[in-house]
């Protein structure tokens, strides 16, 4: 299988700040990485696909990028609705795996 | 709009079976692929199973195998999930979500499964 590590596990952001979230697969997935929020008590939304693709609907201040191994979701200038646990997903291969989630604060 | 609704939560007894649906709406049920998944605070977001468009292939990840059955009925748009021999490890919340070529790009609003004596 795929492992998918996150890093950090976990951040405070003020409003407005700029937020990276890294994930780093254990073998190349080329671009097929997609990225997921997840408020509490809500299932997970996707945000991302294709490592870099917004899926309609979401904010222009999410964005994605990375090939190959390394991938990084940005959030431009964070909003208080940002508060959530962000995934990473590959789907290169089967089993599809998630990475274990970056939970996001406002300060 | 894309709708996909989940069955309410269940309470199993170890060893024994639950079964689960997952009603859509809002797209046409026979062309996309429709996955299960599971979340648990211990093992995060898990993958769980596959089925394809007409209902007549299935892939299961590993650890499910020979305890897991996907199926799904055209005539009402609905999706299932079938889960054996429950244990305690089995309490999770379970999703449903639609394949968008390569992503999960509409999800289930979650089935607790709560396994135990």
């Known amino acids: 299988d795929i492992q998918m590590t996150q890093s950090p596990s976990s951040l405070s952001a003020s409003v407005g700040d700029r937020v990276t979230i890294t994930c780093r697969a254990s073998?190349?997935?080329?671009?097929?990485l997609n990225w997921y929020q997840q408020k509490p008590g809500k299932a997970p939304k996707l945000l991302i696909y294709g490592a870099s693709s917004l899926q309609s609907g979401v904010p222009s201040r999410f964005s994605g990028s990375g090939s190959g191994t390394d991938f990084t979701l940005t959030i431009s200038t964070l909003q208080p609705e940002d508060l959530a646990t962000y995934y990473c997903?590959?789907?290169?291969?089967?089993?599809?795996?998630f990475g274990q989630g970056t939970k996001v604060e406002i300060k | 709009q894309v709708q996909l609704v989940q069955s309410g939560a269940e309470v199993k007894k170890p060893g024994a079976s639950v079964r689960v649906s997952c009603k859509t709406s809002?797209?046409?049920?026979?062309?996309?692929?429709m996955h299960w998944l599971r979340q648990t605070p211990g093992q995060g977001l898990e993958w769980m199973g596959i089925i394809n468009p007409d209902g007549t292939n299935t892939a299961y990840e590993q650890k499910f195998q020979g305890r897991l059955t996907v199926t799904r009925d055209a005539s009402t748009s609905t999706l299932y999930m079938e889960l054996s021999s429950l244990r305690s490890e089995d309490t999770a919340l379970y999703y449903c979500?639609?394949?968008?070529?390569?992503?999960?790009?509409?999800w289930g609003q979650g089935t607790l499964v709560t396994v135990s004596s």
């Open positions: 809002g797209y046409t049920f026979s062309s996309y692929y």
């Open positions: 997903q590959q789907s290169y291969i089967t089993p599809r795996t």
């Open positions: 073998q190349t997935i080329i671009n097929y």
């Open positions: 979500a639609r394949d968008g070529a390569h992503y999960f790009d509409h």
